[in-house]
């Protein structure tokens, strides 16, 4: 066969063969790689007509067949030559794959801030703002050559500013005085047990209390963890790594409820049942729910409020050593009244705790009025 007749003879095989694997193969609902449901069929209808061509383009590249193969054949083609800070996550060195900085404005940002601590005010309870850096902002020196700048430094300065009501601890220099831990994990942009450790132990500084030792944690360590930072890289060949968690024995009780659902009850803030699903990370208090209780009758503390998103899920546990009862809330799913809570539940402190990726663009700090 002559040489140069045969790129054109893959090319005509691939358009012909493509179609017919696109219409053959049964059409997926769920990408267990991605961790999310797949565009669904475009419907023609006179209110669907202004973005028909949008769906269809959405649902074509969904359901493409091999499009695990292409994505990743592309990920690491940017990668090797010399394009990987043009994506929205970096392959960094040690097969860390870290979040791109926001690069929005720090409008959204400040509104929240300002909502936040004027619910503090209202309040008046004793408040603790936790933001918490990204993994590019504290593991710098794991970051590609020409990566985008990062911004926790300025939000930090910003949240002092506008949240004058509520303590507010850099912890970007407490994790950075804990590095000789594995602070993030390398396949997600949360941080691991050990990291939420420091958090709860810098917590516990500004509140002039002194934090559990390392060695009153039983930590077990779970294989096979692949977090959201690899379900939307491409970058399949990154290798899996541990989850671990660290438990004191505490007699910790969780109560999950959710709109128009009975309450479910657990006996630990570990959901080991989830190791064998899709994302392990849900082994942490079940992953996202609007509103969960935990409870804790050998502590001599009050009752925290804590107004969240998925960071607290790991962070939660520690502080539950502290408190009576902890009440986690997340306003992208709560609709009621969160100061009725207060009464609700006797609380007599105050805590938010965010990634600042979230806080930067999120905009569901308006349900606290």
Not at 234 to 248: A, C, I, N, Q, V
């Amino acid at each position: 066969m002559n040489r140069l007749r045969f790129p054109a003879l893959v090319l005509l095989l691939a358009a012909v063969l493509m179609p017919v694997l696109f219409f053959a193969l049964p059409a997926k609902t769920y990408s267990a790689t991605e961790r999310r449901y797949l565009a669904e069929p475009p419907v023609v209808s006179p209110e669907t007509l202004g973005t028909l061509g949008e769906d269809f383009e959405d649902y074509l590249a969904d359901h493409f067949p091999g499009r695990n193969l292409f994505v990743g054949i592309n990920a690491y083609w940017n990668f090797l030559t010399g394009r990987n800070t043009a994506g929205t996550v970096y392959h960094g060195k040690d097969d860390y794959l870290i979040g791109a900085p926001k690069g929005c404005t720090t409008d959204q940002l400040q509104t929240n801030l300002e909502r936040f601590d004027r619910f503090a005010e209202t309040l008046g309870l004793s408040a603790t703002f936790f933001l918490i850096p990204t993994a590019g902002d504290v593991l710098e020196d794991l970051l590609p050559v020409g990566h985008a700048p990062y911004r926790y430094d300025e939000c930090l300065s910003l949240a002092r500013k506008n949240c004058p009501h509520m303590e507010v601890p850099d912890l970007k220099q407490a994790l950075l005085a804990a590095r000789d831990k594995q602070l993030y994990y390398r396949t997600d942009h949360h941080l691991t047990s050990a990291g939420c450790y420091a958090v709860y132990a810098e917590f516990c500084r500004v509140h002039g209390r002194e934090p559990l030792p390392p060695e009153a944690y039983t930590v077990t360590a779970y294989d096979g963890f692949r977090g959201s930072s690899w379900t939307s890289s491409g970058y399949w060949l990154t290798p899996s790594e541990t989850l671990e968690t660290w438990d004191t024995g505490a007699p910790l009780r969780v109560t999950i409820q959710e709109a128009g659902q009975d309450d479910r009850t657990a006996d630990s803030v570990f959901f080991l049942e989830n190791l064998n699903s899709d994302d392990l990370y849900t082994v942490f208090l079940d992953g996202n729910h609007t509103l969960v209780r935990i409870e804790n009758p050998d502590a001599d503390g009050g009752r925290l409020l804590l107004v969240r998103d998925s960071y607290a899920h790991c962070l939660a546990p520690f502080l539950a050593t502290d408190y009576a009862e902890i009440i986690l809330v997340d306003l992208r799913f709560y609709r009621l009244s969160v100061s009725a809570l207060v009464e609700q539940y006797g609380i007599t402190e105050l805590g938010f705790v965010f990634g600042l990726d979230n806080l930067l663009t999120d905009a569901n700090s308006a349900w606290l009025s």
